[in-house]
T-cell receptor, first 111, second 114 residues
Framework: GDSVTQMEGPVTLSEEAFLTINCTYT??????LFWYVQYPGEGLQLLLK?????DKGSNKGFEATYRKETTSFHLEKGSVQVSDSAVYFC??????????FGKGITLSVRP | DTAVSQTPKYLVTQMGNDKSIKCEQN?????MYWYKQDSKKFLKIMFS???????INETVPNRFSPKSPDKAHLNLHINSLELGDSAVYFC?????????????FGPGTRLTVL
């Protein structure tokens, strides 16, 4: 079945630091790839997505590029803010149309 | 104007009871889902309905029964609650069941079984 692997957390950064969260996937066919964010006490919100190879999704200063050759969709942000503190989930939808999530990683940004 | 809403937000109950969680979306989407998030934040799909028809039914105990009275509503009924059912349950919806469709999530229902 499909699977998504995220780097282990939690991650703690100082404000304005560079962020990378690694994500790799295994899925049938040509999956669509997503990053969702969950702020404390809330549901999940779509952060960005990419639906085909070499597409770059971007939103709120976050970026991720769909790399088919390395089956990866790493999330990056050049300068994190305290308000970016949340849990980040990488996810993929394969041929079975099921959204499969990674384990999530908690990001804490200190002032 | 909440896009995907769930009730109740919190549910505390005793083992063996039966409870329901309700979900409504006002986005005009065709597809709705139920997910379970465990204490380690891991999310797993339970069910999906497209136009009131069940299309995804993961390995979930028979005590869990979803019902979709119409496209905008998807309810989850749980019989004979067990301690292991304690989790946050999220409802979601998407325009279609297509691979690239974004799923929009509700705020979650935190179920605690004592």
């Amino acid at each position: 079945g499909d699977s998504v692997t995220q780097m282990e957390g939690p991650v703690t950064l100082s404000e304005e630091a560079f962020l990378t969260i690694n994500c790799t996937y295994t899925a049938t066919g040509y999956p669509s790839l997503f990053w969702y964010v969950q702020y404390p006490g809330e549901g999940l919100q779509l952060l960005l997505k990419a639906t085909k190879a070499d597409d770059k999704g971007s939103n709120k200063g976050f970026e991720a590029t769909y790399r088919k050759e390395t089956t990866s969709f790493h999330l990056e942000k050049g300068s994190v803010q305290v308000s970016d503190s949340a849990v980040y989930f990488c996810a993929a939808t394969g041929a079975n149309s099921k959204l499969t999530f990674g384990k999530g990683i908690t990001l804490s940004v200190r002032p | 104007d909440t896009a995907v809403s769930q009730t109740p937000k919190y549910l505390v109950t005793q083992m063996g009871n039966d409870k329901s969680i309700k979900c409504e979306q006002n986005l005009g989407h065709d597809t709705m889902y139920w997910y379970k998030q465990d204490s380690k934040k891991f999310l797993k799909i339970m069910f999906s309905y497209n136009n009131k028809e069940l299309i995804i039914n993961e390995t979930v105990p028979n005590r869990f029964s979803p019902k979709s009275p119409d496209k905008a509503h998807l309810n989850l009924h749980i019989n004979s609650l067990e301690l292991g059912d304690s989790a946050v349950y999220f409802c979601a919806s998407s325009q279609t069941s297509g691979i690239g469709d974004t799923q929009y999530f509700g705020p979650g229902t935190r179920l605690t079984v004592l």
